[in-house]
């Protein structure tokens, strides 16, 4: 088993900037690709950001425009997301995902991907 806790959330203004981490712990030898998924009030779980086992590939969804960076530090079990120029529209439960299957990019966007998932941190945008 493998567990994940995320932290870094809380409220930002429009055009701010958070930065999200997540801690690995358990199996962690197991996990390859990592990911942030993201919920909005009433909306269903969407994709942010996916980052291989080596953090030499990554993946975003089409809304980020440049604006979220993920990495990940392996000898820590922590991958992170920087997300700047926040819009209110950012408004939601930032997940932490994390997967044991080779990164492949028919498949990192989606959450069937990953099997271990954090209990999530509560991003809110002002503005």
């Known amino acids: 088993q493998v567990q994940l806790v995320e932290s870094g959330g809380g409220l930002v203004q429009a055009g701010g900037s958070l930065r999200l981490s997540c801690a690995a712990s358990?199996?962690?030898?197991?996990?390859?690709?990592m990911a942030w998924f993201r919920q909005a009030p009433g909306k269903e779980r969407e994709f942010a950001a996916a980052i291989s086992r080596a953090g030499s590939t990554t993946g975003y969804g089409d809304y980020v425009n440049g604006r979220f960076t993920i990495s990940r530090d392996n000898a820590k079990n922590t991958v992170y997301l920087q997300m700047n120029n926040l819009k209110p529209e950012d408004t939601a439960v930032y997940y932490c995902?994390?997967?044991?299957?080779?990164?492949?990019?028919?498949?990192?966007?989606?959450?069937?991907?990953?099997?271990?998932w954090g209990q999530g941190t509560q991003v809110t945008v002002s503005s």
């Open positions: 995902a994390a997967g044991i299957a080779p990164w492949h990019s028919a498949n990192y966007g989606y959450s069937s991907t990953y099997i271990y």
């Open positions: 358990g199996r962690t030898f197991s996990v390859t690709t």
